[in-house]
T-cell receptor, first 114, second 114 residues
Framework: GAGVSQSPSNKVTEKGKDVELRCDPISGHTALYWYRQSLGQGLEFLIYFQGNSAPDKSGLPSDRFSAERTGGSVSTLTIQRTQQEDSAVYLC????????????FGPGTRLTVT | QQQVKQSPQSLIVQKGGISIINCAYENTAFDYFPWYQQFPGKGPALLIAIRPDVSEKKEGRFTISFNKSAKQFSLHIMDSQPGDSATYFCAASYSGAGSYQLTFGKGTKLSVIP
């Protein structure tokens, strides 16, 4: 079946602009994660959604970062007033019911802030 | 604080040889240890995973060895092939209250030469 999909695959934006990154999880997966991959910091957890529960936002690096998940499926990660240090690959992962450790990643969105 | 330490950073192996990548963790609450394989421009792909109630798990040419007392685990790739050339990440998570977020090692770039 279809895997996790993310859009856009690449995004170039100017410093100070807002960006929205989209994630479509695997159908039927209830848990959804956002991670960030950068050369300096490696792979870092950002935020987690599980069903209708309050999201775990403990990994968000600043209040410029936010995310929502509508209808328990698609998720959008928003970065406001982008900074050059936000340049990274943003990865989305989803997990099935009863297997929340097993996370399946999408191809990522490469964000470049100029 | 780096909770999962991975070594080596890079590894060159002859075709047909054994590739060994090591990880050490600090948090004794971790109870799920996956390995991910990532090719350039792609998202990480779940390769194999182990829980601490077993000391070894084998899937095809890939084996995880787990040493709970030493808080270490390793990935062995038998009969390494050029197609195995990729970056490998170890990770850890725990199934207690919370998000099951993965904590990643910094990655090992494996090159298998013909």
């Amino acid at each position: 079946g279809a895997g996790v999909s993310q859009s856009p695959s690449n995004k170039v934006t100017e410093k100070g602009k807002d960006v929205e990154l989209r994630c479509d999880p695997i159908s039927g997966h209830t848990a959804l994660y956002w991670y960030r991959q950068s050369l300096g910091q490696g792979l870092e957890f950002l935020i987690y959604f599980q069903g209708n529960s309050a999201p775990d936002k403990s990994g968000l690096p600043s209040d410029r970062f936010s995310a929502e998940r509508t209808g328990g499926s698609v998720s959008t990660l928003t970065i406001q007033r982008t900074q050059q240090e936000d340049s990274a690959v943003y990865l989305c992962a989803s997990s099935p019911v009863g297997g929340r450790n097993e996370q399946y990643f999408g191809p990522g969105t490469r964000l470049t802030v100029t | 604080q780096q909770q999962v330490k991975q070594s080596p950073q890079s590894l060159i192996v002859q075709k047909g040889g054994i590739s060994i990548i090591n990880c050490a963790y600090e948090n004794t609450a971790f109870d799920y240890f996956p390995w991910y394989q990532q090719f350039p421009g792609k998202g990480p792909a779940l390769l194999i995973a182990i829980r601490p109630d077993v000391s070894e798990k084998k899937e095809g040419r890939f084996t995880i060895s787990f040493n709970k007392s030493a808080k270490q685990f390793s990935l062995h790739i038998m009969d390494s092939q050029p197609g195995d050339s990729a970056t490998y990440f170890c990770a850890a998570s725990y199934s207690g209250a919370g998000s099951y977020q993965l904590t990643f090692g910094k990655g090992t770039k494996l090159s298998v030469i013909p």
